[in-house]
């Protein structure tokens, strides 16, 4: 794994670790490319029996590396490596349990309603500025958040850009549990127990809860569409500026 994705197996659980405290775990392109190697390993590995996604203290994970993006922007289109990501992720047969501490922002919070397990700490904030920077949602977040917090709530998340802390994100449905010391630690332990579960009426369980994922498969592939040609509109050119000229 690159330096900035770790991943370690334990008592059959694959966990994977944003490692890039610096920049508060903000993903590029390689990231993307670690994180799906990761749930293949996962998937191909008989010992394996749940995933563990983590960030590192205060940060799991402050969304897309933007200076990687605005690259990317020129290129024209989005890379492969982010939409490999989100199938994986969405398509996974594994359980997918995350821990998270601090920010989770854009992707950071929308990969979490493709988890099966969320535990926050109450520090924890979740927001998706997309709008904000002249983008639109991704990862089937205006497909599932409506599901998950009705259309009101998810208007509020989506498009307004508000942020939610840990308590309303449990009520919103999307975090399970929120715990005040260890949350790492916790979501481990809760991950190890479900690996010595059976696994295949474990993973059945999941796929009758899930349901058919074609709708999402599909909404992740027309938002990325639609964000790939928002990425080189001018409104999001002019608040990427803006962005980095208040960085700089």
């Known amino acids: 794994m690159s330096q900035h994705i770790e991943t370690s197996k334990a008592d059959g659980v694959l966990t994977i670790r944003l490692n890039r405290p610096d920049k508060k775990n903000a993903l590029t392109r390689e990231m993307y490319r670690q994180m799906t190697a990761g749930f293949a390993t996962a998937a191909s590995d008989e010992t394996v029996g749940c995933i563990l ?84 949602p991704e990862a089937a977040s205006s497909l599932i958040a409506p599901r998950l917090m009705g259309a009101q709530r998810a208007f509020q998340m989506l498009a307004m850009g508000r942020p939610f802390d840990a308590a309303f994100a449990r009520e919103c449905g999307f975090v399970t549990e929120i715990v005040a010391d260890d949350v790492e630690g916790s979501g481990f332990r809760a991950a190890k127990a479900l690996a010595a579960k059976p696994r295949e009426a474990v993973r059945l369980t999941k796929a009758l809860i899930r349901g058919d994922r074609s709708d999402v498969l599909s909404c992740i592939d027309d938002e990325i569409e639609i964000f790939a040609r928002r990425l080189v509109s001018s409104e999001a050119r002019q608040a990427f500026e803006a962005f980095f000229s208040r960085k700089g």
């Open 53 to 136: 996604i983590t960030g590192t203290p205060g940060a799991f994970c402050a969304g897309n590396d933007l200076a990687d993006f605005m690259e990317i922007a020129r290129g024209g289109g989005l890379p492969n490596e982010v939409r490999d990501f989100l199938h994986a992720l969405a398509k996974a047969e594994l359980p997918v349990f995350a821990a998270v501490d601090g920010l989770a922002i854009g992707i950071g919070t929308t990969m979490l309603f493709h988890c099966d397990m969320v535990l926050a700490t109450p520090r924890s904030e979740f927001k998706t500025p997309f709008v904000d920077l002249g983008l639109t």
